[in-house]
């Protein structure tokens, strides 16, 4: 993995140690998120078995899965969002880089 203070002068914004801390805590909070539900522990399931199970009780397995990678996708998107802050200026705008 690259040093994000390395990408950060790269991307030419400022390399304050709050700025690479912020960043590097972000990442490590998406990489402790993607860990959070080991095969060992959750197996895959039987996604034909759960489908007719779903629908006999009026739900359907997309509506299920969409729900569950929406709550994955804002979860990152919140890191994400966080981490991005720390690139803003005080009057809130995105830091272009230089």
């Not at 709050?18 to 959750?42: C, G, H, K, M, N």
């Not at 629908?55 to 994400?80: F, N, P, Q, Y």
Request: charged share 20%; aromatic share 6%; proline share 8%.
């Amino acid at each position: 993995m690259s040093n994000p203070a390395v990408l950060l002068r790269e991307l030419g914004y400022p390399e304050t140690a709050d700025t690479v801390d912020d960043l590097t805590d972000a990442l490590q909070r998406i990489v402790q998120w993607s860990e959070a539900y080991p095969l060992d522990i959750f197996p895959k399931p039987d996604y034909a078995k759960a489908r007719q199970l779903l629908e006999a009780g009026g739900m359907t397995l997309d509506a299920i899965s969409a729900d569950c990678m929406r709550h994955v996708v804002e979860g990152v998107g919140k890191i994400a969002r966080e981490a991005l802050a720390c690139l803003t200026n005080p009057t809130g705008p995105l830091m272009q880089p230089s």
